[in-house]
C-alpha cells in the first residue's frame, strides 16, 4: 500500500520559513517523480515544486522560484520543500504528489497525501 505522509506546516508570519517533509512508503522511490502541490481555499490545486526521480532536475512554479527548495533523500524517502521569504499568499494546503517516471502526469498524478496546513500571517 502506497502512502505519502506530509508534515512539518504550520502558522509563520509573512518573511518567514517552514520546512514540509513528505515520507513515501510502499513504492520504489527512484522510480517516481515527486511534486508539491498546494490548494487555497476557493483555488484549484496548483504544482508549485517537482523533483526527477535522480533529484538532477527540478521545477518551479513563477510564483515561488528562488523562494522554495525541492529536494529528496534516497536513502530516508523523503521528498522536502524548504520555503523561505513566506508571504500570505503562499497560504494554502500543500499536498505531496507522485508520478511514475514516464508513463504519467501532473493532470492525473499517481499518489497523493493527505495534505498539510500552510498559513502565513501578515
Known amino acids: 500500500q502506497v502512502q505519502l505522509v506530509e508534515s512539518g506546516g504550520g502558522l509563520v508570519q509573512a518573511g518567514g520559513s517552514l520546512r514540509l517533509s513528505c515520507a513515501a512508503s510502499?513504492?520504489?522511490?527512484?522510480?517516481?517523480?515527486m511534486g508539491w502541490f498546494r490548494q487555497a481555499p476557493g483555488k484549484a490545486r496548483d504544482l508549485v515544486a517537482a523533483?526527477?526521480?535522480?533529484?538532477?532536475?527540478?521545477y518551479y512554479s513563477g510564483s515561488v522560484k528562488g523562494r522554495f527548495t525541492i529536494s529528496r533523500d534516497f536513502a530516508k524517502n523523503t521528498v522536502a520543500l524548504q520555503m523561505n521569504m513566506l508571504k500570505p499568499e503562499d497560504t494554502a494546503v500543500y499536498y505531496c504528489a507522485a508520478r511514475k517516471y514516464g508513463s504519467s502526469s501532473w493532470d492525473r498524478p499517481d499518489y497523493w497525501g493527505q495534505g498539510t496546513q500552510v498559513t502565513v500571517s501578515s
Open positions: 510502499g513504492l520504489t522511490f527512484s522510480s517516481y517523480v
Open positions: 523533483i526527477t526521480p535522480t533529484g538532477a532536475n527540478t
